[in-house]
């Protein structure tokens, strides 16, 4: 899949789902609001420091954002890095300002969770 197609993809999804691997080795998957960035030219996601999918990545840094619409999903697969330089956390409001027209929840521990896709999975 090309980065257009990711890009688009990313753009037209209100939602996605973020699975993460946990310690003992299920699968944590849970609803998040993925968004470009163009910057590090892959798909971001808001998180808190001690939540469980930053918790899963600190330890397997493999992860897979997947958009579902209908009968239909795409699947994106790669690594994951979790970001918590307050800087460039708030570099990320922005993009994700133009996606949604809403900021995030204020958290003092936010954190960015940048994913850059090495393989997909199925089509929208």
């Not at 946990?22 to 998040?32: F, I, M, Q, S």
């Not at 469980?52 to 493999?62: C, G």
Request: a neutral charge; aromatic letters at 8%; hydrophobic letters at 45%.
């Amino acid at each position: 899949m090309e980065r257009t197609e990711i890009v688009q993809a990313i753009a037209s999804a209100r939602h996605g789902l973020l699975a993460t691997i946990t310690p003992k080795g299920a699968v944590h998957t849970v609803l998040v609001n993925p968004f470009w960035s163009e910057s590090r030219e892959c798909i971001a996601v808001f998180s808190r420091r001690r939540s469980q999918k930053v918790v899963n990545l600190e330890n397997r840094s493999t992860a897979t954002i997947a958009l579902v619409e209908g009968a239909k999903y795409f699947a994106m697969l790669g690594v994951a890095t979790v970001v918590d330089d307050g800087d460039e956390v708030e570099r990320c409001l922005p993009a994700f300002y133009h996606k949604y027209q809403r900021f995030p929840v204020e958290a003092v521990d936010r954190v960015v969770i940048y994913l850059n896709v090495e393989r997909t999975l199925g089509g929208l």
